[in-house]
Structures are given as C-alpha cells and as structure tokens.
C-alpha cells in the first residue's frame, strides 16, 4: 500500500503533457500501457479469432493443453480454449472491477475526508478511529473475507475492493486538508463570510486533487493485483467466463507437466496493468511534487 505526503498545489491535465519535468516518460508508459489494454478489451469481439469459451480444436486433442502455434499464438487450455481469445477478453472484468471500486472509494472516501480535515472535532475522531480499524486489516485478507460472504460476482469483488481502499483516500484527503485550511488563503475566505461548502468545493479540494490522483494511480495497482487474488480463488468470476486471474488458477495443475503458457499470458497480462498504473502514479507523484513512501 502506497503511503503519499506532499504540498498542496494546484494543476492542470492538460499541463501534465506539456512541457519536460521528472516522471513524464514514466506517466506517458504507464497511459500508453492502460490505453493499450482498454483497447485490445473492447475490441476484443473483432479481433478474436475464436470465441473464449468454445472448444476451438478438434475433439481428440481435449484433455491436453497445445502449446502456441500459428493457429493458436498463445496455445489452448486442458478444454480446447483458445488462450489468445481469452487473455483478449480477459482484461474486461479486471478493468471494470478496478474501476467500479475506484468509482466508490472516491465517492465515500474523499468527502469524508474534506468534511472530517475540515471540521475536526468529535466527527474527525469517529470517523479516523473506524478508517484505522479498516485499513490495519490485510487488504487481500479482509478483500477475500467481504467477497466470501457477498458471493463470486464482478459488483461484489468491486464493493469488497472498495472496502478495502476507502481509508486510503480519507486518510490521504484527511491529512492534505488538515494542512490546507490552515493556509492563508483558507482565512481570507472565512474571513470574507464564504459558506463552508464553498470553500471546500473551490479552495479545497483543487488543492487537494493532486494527491487524489496520486493515490488512484498507485491505489489502482494494488487494487489489480488483489482482483486478481480474488479472481484466483475464483471470488470474481465462475469458469469458463474469461478473466486472467482465473485462468492463472485453472493453468497452475499444467504448470509442472510443461503447459507454462497457461501460467505466463494470463500473468503477464496483469503484471502489464499492475505496471502500467504504477507508472501513472508514480509519473503524476513527480509531476506534482508529491513524495511516495512504500
């Protein structure tokens, strides 16, 4: 889990491109990356050769997974998939599972944290104590206890996700507004009698979305690897709907007998996103000035 400290300070995502700065061939990697996999996901049904859960070799050879050929670049499954068609499939559970509880984590966890830094006092104290009671739980553990319960679906594995990552954007949010409202530009607009919610929505939270944007990236990796721990244990998804994580489950009997490219495609697919998300954090960390404690 990625810890992240800074000053507040304001930005532009259209400056972000601009320009030579530290971190910006790290973030241009890591979009072409994520932009790469949202684009092989949805164009998917033109571009597969084979549907992702239909024998695609004829009935003798099932039972025994065929290593890559021309046919079938990335080899079969023990049941006759293509693996080239899935891993294409594949990543379109992943990503809406990841953004589905990153949606949620900022929805709860960023105005939490705004009203909680901005206002203090007894609120600040409940809400800080539960946050910490949530975020020293593993968050693969706790992720794979939510999901237990809820049952396998794509919207649990996200809501058990956001469970999980919540307390990261109030903590950060929360300490980032505690160190804003005592700016000087903060006083002045208390001083000039602007409402609360002004203040917040105009002078706040500008200040604060550098590091919001920071923890979404970095927050993201983390978020797809334990998706993919949830899909493993097949808390996501159920066969033979494709999804990377499951599929690295169903390829590891094969590993030993030599079928490693039912373990190495689905894999590699997510340490790409894990990575592509983690250079996007990372790049907007150097951009924005903001230091990142592991």
């Known amino acids: 889990m990625a810890r992240i400290v ?13 320009g030579r700065y530290p971190g910006k061939k790290m973030m241009l990697t890591g979009i072409f990356i994520i932009l790469f996999i949202i684009m092989i996901s949805i164009l998917a049904p033109y571009i597969s050769p ?34 080239f068609s899935r891993i294409l499939y594949g990543g379109r559970v992943i990503l809406y599972v990841v953004a589905l509880a990153a949606a949620i984590s900022l929805g709860i966890g960023v105005p939490l944290g705004l ?16 946050m910490d009671s949530i975020y020293a739980f593993p968050g693969i553990i706790l992720a794979i206890a939510i999901a237990s319960v809820l049952g396998p ?15 990261t954007y109030y903590r950060m949010v929360r300490g980032k507004t505690l160190e804003i409202k005592e700016m000087l530009f ?14 917040l929505l105009r002078h706040v939270l500008p200040n604060v979305a550098p590091i919001i944007l920071v923890v979404f990236g970095l927050g993201s990796t983390d978020a797809i690897l334990t998706e993919a721990g949830l899909s493993f244990f097949g808390l996501t998804v159920t066969y033979p709907k494709p999804d990377w994580g499951l599929d690295l489950y169903m390829g590891k009997d094969y590993f030993l007998s030599g ?20 250079l996007l954090g990372e790049g907007l960390a150097e ?4 230091r990142t404690e592991r």
Do not use: C
């Open 259 to 278: 079928a490693w490219w039912l373990v190495f495609f689905p894999g590699l697919m997510i340490t790409l996103l894990a990575l592509g998300f983690a």
């Open 186 to 199: 903060i006083e002045a607009a208390k001083s000039l009698g602007l409402p609360d919610r002004i203040t």
């Open 115 to 130: 009203v909680s830094g901005f206002y203090a006092g007894k609120l600040d104290r409940i809400l800080s104590v539960t």
């Open 153 to 167: 679906s794509p919207k649990n594995a996200a809501i058990s996700l956001s469970v999980v990552y919540i307390p």
């Open 50 to 83: 084979y549907p992702p859960a239909q024998r695609s070799v004829p009935i003798s050879q099932l039972g025994t997974p065929q290593p890559p050929s021309w046919k079938h670049p990335m080899g079969t499954n023990n049941l006759g998939y293509d693996m």
């Open 6 to 18: 800074g000053r507040p300070i304001g930005f532009s995502l259209a400056g972000m491109l601009r």
């Open 287 to 290: 951009k924005l000035e903001i």
